[in-house]
Nanobody, 128 residues
């Protein structure tokens, strides 16, 4: 059974940083594209960032415009973990952040809600 477990959420002041982690088990992590999504209260889930898989450890990545330059997605295949480093946080970044995985990078970046696997989410609150 595939499991994605997020951690690292919490309360942070505006301008601060957090690093989210998503540990994967029960699947061939090295051949899965990974992504982060967020869902703010009362709103639909939105794409944040995605990272492709590669045997060469050179990974392509893609970001939603509002997080470019502030968030960085990375992965550690040895630990079966994907990370989201968030800096210069804003109150509007407040949301539940979800980790997703799919064999198709294209699915994650264009039809994210169709991703094969999802974590349970971790809450991020940014105070002003």
């Amino acid at each position: 059974q595939v499991q994605l477990v997020e951690s690292g959420g919490g309360l942070v002041q505006a301008g601060g940083s957090l690093r989210l982690s998503c540990a994967a088990s029960g699947l061939s992590f090295i051949r899965l594209a990974m992504a982060w999504f967020l869902q703010a209260s009362g709103k639909e889930r939105e794409f944040v960032a995605a990272i492709n898989w590669s045997y060469s450890r050179t990974y392509g990545s893609y970001y939603e415009d509002s997080v470019k330059g502030r968030f960085t997605i990375s992965r550690d295949s040895a630990k079966n973990t994907v990370y989201l480093q968030m800096s210069s946080l804003k109150p509007e970044d407040t949301a539940v952040y979800y980790c997703a995985a799919d064999s198709s990078y294209r699915t994650l970046t264009t039809q994210g809600n169709n991703a094969q696997y999802w974590g349970q989410g971790t809450k991020v609150t940014v105070s002003s």
